[in-house]
């Protein structure tokens, strides 16, 4: 064990480390205790008699398992409080796992389709954001389009998100991945450029390393969320390394979803060997069991994390956040802090 006594010091040091949390699915932290209590507020049946059995569904062999379910579940989400009542719950978890900062996805196609109105869906984040900026944590809001719908979907949706511009920072694109290539998207993140917002997007996920090329060539992201597919491409490494672009990582929902065997398998460490700038993230903390610790600590565990590798994980993910480099340098300066004292 490099650097730590035991595993409970790790723990203890990753739980007291500074971290921003980049790839966070806001309708992935709905818990299902939170799914019940919505459903009867807003007068909803659920295809689910109780907390427990909602837990036994969550047993997914791939992304589209997971998705099925996860649609499922965000339709208990109706008014401003609800959208409000969900990022609360959320900012509280992160709070309590050390997070500074926070890049937040949300889904605004899951909810309009439903006849849930914009101003709702991004009224409500916004005010638990705005909240949670009085109690020292910073965010940033990015909203996806999902890919399995069509481009001209996603072209209303950032018509309908247009009055709203001044609360989102960032466009990414997520959903089921295979099958629906970023290229599928050129036209509408062009028109998300234009207008200034920063573009991410999903992508070698389970789709294959020329999905990842494209996210880079056609989308010109700013990030790759998750990415692990890239690492069979030694060319697109190189490009990703030298165009210092970060991947936001999630590896409870990499071995929940089958993307790897087991968490020894990760390929985590060797993308930080290659010099990619990784990160650890959630992404769907309520279905994939853990938040950010719980993720830091399950993937140190098991590859057997240095305390070098875990502090490059933490500035990775400032380095890697929208934040301006004035407040990146302070939140490093807290890193190297926290990590003196330790
Ligand atoms: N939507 C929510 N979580 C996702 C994931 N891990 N991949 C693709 N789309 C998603
Ligand atoms: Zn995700």
Redesign the pocket.
């Known amino acids: 064990m490099t650097g730590f006594a035991s595993r409970a010091a790790r723990a203890a040091f990753i739980a007291g480390l500074p971290k921003a949390e980049l790839h966070l ?1 806001i309708e ?1 932290s709905l818990e299902p205790e939170m799914m019940f209590a919505l459903a009867k507020r807003n007068g909803i049946s659920l295809a689910f008699d109780s907390v427990d059995a909602i837990r036994a569904a969550y047993d997914f062999a791939k ?1 589209q398992d ?2 099925d379910i ?1 649609y499922q579940g965000m339709a208990v989400l109706l008014t401003e409080q609800d959208f409000f009542d969900l990022t609360s719950a959320y900012l509280n978890r992160a709070a309590a796992d050390g997070v500074r900062h926070v890049e937040i996805f949300f ?1 605004p196609q899951g909810h309009t389709a439903r006849g849930v109105p914009m101003a709702n869906v991004v009224g409500g984040i916004a005010r638990a954001l705005a909240e949670a900026q009085e109690r020292g944590i910073t965010s940033r809001l990015i909203m996806c389009f999902l890919r399995h719908l069509s481009e001209a979907a996603a072209e209303t949706t950032l018509d309908e998100a247009l009055p709203y511009l001044s609360l989102i920072h960032g466009v990414g694109l ?2 089921s ?1 295979v099958g629906h290539p970023p290229a599928k998207f050129a036209r509408v993140f062009a028109r998300a450029r234009s207008l200034g917002l920063k573009i991410v997007a ?1 992508a070698g ?1 389970e789709g294959p390393p020329d999905y990842v090329w494209q996210a880079l060539d056609v989308l010109q992201v700013d990030r790759i969320d ?1 990415g692990n597919r890239a690492l069979e491409d030694d060319a697109l490494v190189q490009r990703i390394v030298s165009d210092g672009l970060t991947l936001t990582v ?1 590896p409870l ?1 990499n071995l929940k ?1 089958c993307v790897v065997n087991d968490l020894a398998g990760h390929p985590l460490r060797r993308m930080l060997q290659a010099g990619l700038k990784a990160t650890v993230n959630s ?2 903390p309520a279905y994939f069991g853990g938040y950010v610790n719980a993720n830091f600590v399950a993937v140190a565990d098991a590859l057997d994390l240095t305390r070098d590798e875990i502090i490059m994980l933490a500035r990775n993910s400032f380095i890697g956040s929208f934040l301006p480099l004035a407040e990146q340098a302070a939140h490093l300066g807290a890193i190297d802090s926290f990590a003196a004292t330790y």
């Open positions: 699915h992935g992304l997971f998705l996860y889904d997520d959903s991945e999903h996920e998750h999630c929902s979803l992404d769907d």
